[in-house]
């Protein structure tokens, strides 16, 4: 089979022949018609993560090891099973669950796979989708899908599936208005579900007029350029008042940071109300100084949100299924063209997600 690996770090993937995997036991194999192509992917293509002041965490002192197949937004048809596999048969249409975890873990045992001590994810810490097939250690992480479409329905297993999650914690003090700032493909996805299950205004924020215009289209009540009514650097400029003139002047009660990069959370902190609420949700990196005393004195909330366990990628799929979120999929690209796809996501040049077709 062809598949797309990384090699190394910063060095263009190269699309070679593989041996065909093989299911045993209850490993399934999917042939894939779609593979998502994620800001996670672009981290593994890099190396790793900023964090800040010179710092640097290499995806291998996670677990990571080259030569490795990206793509963990998955989806395709069953073309062969182990002979342990239940409730899965060859052609069935399914969306991977890629978040697998060790089983055993704290996490691991209340069902939250995706937050494991040990993650063994598909498509980061083994062979992901960016082939012609991969294979799925269990057929407990594949689930039905039929009525939609499957180019976007890929993204629900990531950028959804994050983006779902974020809402929920944001929705934690029913927000009246609920600032999501980034209309990349997590935004648009925010946008969509904060309005399918929150009673929150939404109002989102980004640099690109254009993705603005598509957050517009996706249900966003408020939109905001910070680029063009000035800087965010300062966290307390006219971004931040911005929103806080939308909000009936009293600020933000949940703001979501699809971003976070040091300006970002800046602009979201001094744009929250007392009793705010802020969730961290992008890995763009960096590190932030913190005005402490102010966390107190307006009693705010700073939690992370990081993907989403296997029962609320069900609830996001059915969303999907009676149209209530419909993903935006603007590029399509070959496995050929894998680097060009990587390379335009990086210079923000794709809206909503772009997809891999094998």
């Given amino acids: 089979?062809?598949?797309?690996?990384?090699?190394?770090?910063?060095?263009?993937?190269?699309?070679?022949?593989?041996?065909?995997?093989?299911?045993?036991?209850?490993?399934?194999?999917?042939?894939?018609?779609?593979?998502?192509?994620?800001?996670?992917?672009?981290?593994?293509?890099?190396?790793?993560?900023?964090?800040?002041?010179?710092?640097?965490?290499?995806?291998?002192?996670?677990?990571?090891?080259?030569?490795?197949?990206?793509?963990?937004?998955?989806?395709?048809?069953?073309?062969?099973?182990?002979?342990?596999?239940?409730?899965?048969?060859?052609?069935?249409?399914?969306?991977?669950y890629p978040w697998l975890g060790c089983g055993e873990c704290p996490a691991c045992k209340v069902g939250n796979e995706n937050l494991c001590d040990t993650p063994r994810s598909?498509?980061?810490?083994?062979?992901?989708?960016?082939?012609?097939n991969v294979k799925v250690p269990h057929f407990k992480y594949l689930a039905k899908i039929s009525g939609i479409d499957l180019d976007g329905a890929a993204s629900l297993a990531c950028s959804g599936l994050t983006a779902y999650t974020a809402v929920k914690k944001a929705n934690m003090n029913s927000p009246e208005f609920l600032v999501i700032i980034g209309a990349g493909g997590l935004g648009l996805m925010g946008i969509q579900i904060a309005k399918a299950i929150t009673k929150a205004k939404v109002i989102c924020v980004d640099l690109d007029d254009n993705k603005l215009q598509t957050a517009?289209?996706?249900?966003?009540?408020?939109?905001?350029?910070?680029?063009?009514?000035?800087?965010?650097?300062?966290?307390?400029?006219?971004?931040?008042?911005?929103?806080i003139s939308l909000s009936n002047n009293k600020g933000a009660d949940s703001v979501i940071d699809f971003v976070n990069a040091p300006q970002t959370v800046k602009t979201g902190l001094a744009a929250l109300r007392?009793?705010?609420?802020?969730?961290?949700?992008?890995?763009?990196?960096g590190s932030l100084e913190l005005s402490l005393v102010t966390i107190p004195l307006k009693a705010l909330t700073i939690q992370g949100a990081y993907t989403g366990n296997y029962n609320d990628m069900v609830e996001l799929i059915d969303l999907a299924k009676k149209g209530?979120?419909?993903?935006?999929?603007?590029?399509?690209?070959?496995?050929?063209?894998?680097?060009?796809?990587?390379?335009?996501?990086?210079?923000?040049?794709?809206?909503?997600?772009?997809?891999?077709?094998?």
């Fill in 122 to 132: 598909i498509g980061l810490f083994q062979d992901g989708g960016y082939a012609e």
């Fill in 216 to 243: 517009k289209e996706m249900g966003a009540d408020f939109v905001v350029n910070s680029n063009v009514i000035g800087s965010v650097a300062t966290g307390s400029g006219n971004a931040a008042q911005k929103i």
């Fill in 324 to 358: 209530i979120i419909k993903p935006v999929i603007s590029q399509r690209y070959s496995l050929d063209q894998v680097n060009d796809a990587l390379e335009n996501l990086k210079q923000r040049k794709i809206i909503g997600r772009a997809v891999i077709n094998p």
């Fill in 274 to 285: 007392k009793r705010g609420n802020l969730v961290l949700v992008g890995l763009f990196g």
């Fill in 1 to 96: 089979m062809k598949a797309a690996r990384i090699v190394e770090p910063n060095k263009p993937l190269e699309v070679i022949e593989l041996p065909s995997p093989k299911p045993t036991g209850n490993e399934v194999i999917v042939k894939v018609k779609a593979a998502g192509v994620c800001h996670s992917d672009l981290h593994l293509w890099e190396g790793g993560y900023d964090l800040g002041d010179g710092n640097f965490l290499k995806v291998t002192d996670r677990g990571v090891k080259y030569p490795i197949t990206p793509g963990h937004e998955i989806v395709g048809t069953v073309s062969e099973i182990g002979d342990s596999v239940k409730g899965v048969s060859v052609g069935d249409q399914v969306l991977v």
